[in-house]
């Protein structure tokens, strides 16, 4: 049977299910589906949304009308970071976290911050540049996301001196994440040039072929 995603390609947490099945090899059947987006941009500037999200078949499979949403042989799972755990525990457990359970465990903290620490400061950046329309847009929110943004990835800065990725010496899934993250703040506000650790831990990230996935520019700033 099929294994089916429904989301967006411009959701940051759709592209970590997308990033996932990319390194796991998986062919999936993609449904579009979104409360906040549509073909012609965010319904912030009244476009219309791709739907899906709202309907009683949707909601049976995912009560809280958000994105992403997998259904693998039958077996339905919502929350991005849950499915990528999944994936991976389910298809290479030993790609996604080496069959380690610390590696796991160390892996799903950087998960569990990125959902925490990053994404709000970052989506508040992606609204105030281009997702709001211009006369709601504020310059102070944008310099005060970026400078959250900047006090955040110290730490991931401080982490990459000790380790070559974000949980060990070998790539895992705590990195699918921040792939996404890195290239989105990069394509966004270019941060590197204070951050060297995390300079060239993006280039590890952006010569594995499961970076093609996500890299297009377009995916980032959609609005």
């Known amino acids: 049977m099929t294994l089916q995603l429904w989301g967006r390609p411009s959701s940051a947490r759709t592209q970590k299910v997308m990033l996932a099945l990319s390194e796991l ?13 549509g073909p012609e941009g965010s319904v912030s500037k009244g476009k219309a949304p791709f739907g ?18 997998i259904s693998d042989g039958g077996f339905i799972l919502w929350e991005s970071n849950a ?13 996604f976290y080496g069959e380690n359970i610390e590696t796991f465990c ?9 959902n925490n620490q990053i994404i709000p400061p970052m989506h508040e950046l992606a609204k105030h540049l281009f997702r709001l329309p211009e006369n709601q847009r504020d310059e102070n929110v944008i310099k005060e996301s970026n400078e959250k943004l900047f006090e955040e990835f110290r730490k991931v800065e401080t982490q990459l001196s000790k380790t070559k990725f974000i949980a060990g010496e070998n790539w895992c899934m705590g990195d699918i994440p921040l792939t996404i993250r890195c290239h989105r703040w990069n394509i966004l506000a270019g941060p590197f040039s204070e951050l060297p650790n995390l300079l060239r831990y993006y280039r590890e990230l952006q010569a594995r072929p499961s970076f093609n996935t996500i890299s297009a520019t377009e995916l980032h700033t959609a609005g």
């Open 25 to 37: 090899d998986l062919t999936y059947e993609f449904t579009l589906a979104s409360a906040t987006m």
């Open 52 to 69: 899906i999200v709202d309907t009683s078949d949707y909601l049976e499979k995912n009560p809280n009308g958000t994105i992403p949403t």
């Open 83 to 95: 499915i990528v755990q999944y994936l991976g525990m389910k298809y290479n457990p030993k790609l």
């Open 106 to 114: 160390s892996a799903s903290r950087w998960m569990m911050w990125e």
